[in-house]
Nanobody, 124 residues
């Protein structure tokens, strides 16, 4: 089992920045591919960004490219999502997730372990 706990959400004005953190425990963190997803109000959970075990490979959905950056620190068992130039459309509950898979993992079914989520609200 992998336990994941997100933090860093909150209320921010459009154009502002937030950094989300996700602390992992229970298993060897560096054995897992990590991802961030979000669930906007009234919508399904959707992929935001993913990162390989070493952190050497990252990828993200088109709507956040150039604004959001995923990173990880395997010495701290933590994955981050740096979010800049936030827009009201970024308002959502943000979840981190861990996967034993490899490659381009963009669906919820690719991930076995999930955090409880953290709310991000962007005001206009």
């Amino acid at each position: 089992q992998v336990q994941l706990v997100e933090s860093g959400g909150g209320l921010v004005q459009a154009g502002g920045s937030l950094t989300l953190s996700c602390a992992a425990s229970g298993r060897t963190f560096s054995n897992y591919h990590m991802g961030w997803f979000r669930r906007p109000p009234g919508k399904e959970r959707m992929f935001v960004a993913g990162i390989s075990r070493s952190g050497g490979s990252t990828y993200s959905t088109d709507s956040v490219k150039g604004r959001f950056t995923i990173s990880r620190d395997n010495t701290k068992n933590t994955v981050y999502l740096q979010m800049n130039s936030l827009e009201p459309a970024d308002t959502a509950v943000y979840y981190c997730a861990a996967s034993s898979g490899y490659g381009y993992l963009v669906t919820t079914g690719n991930y076995a372990y999930w955090g409880q989520g953290t709310q991000v609200t962007v005001s206009s």
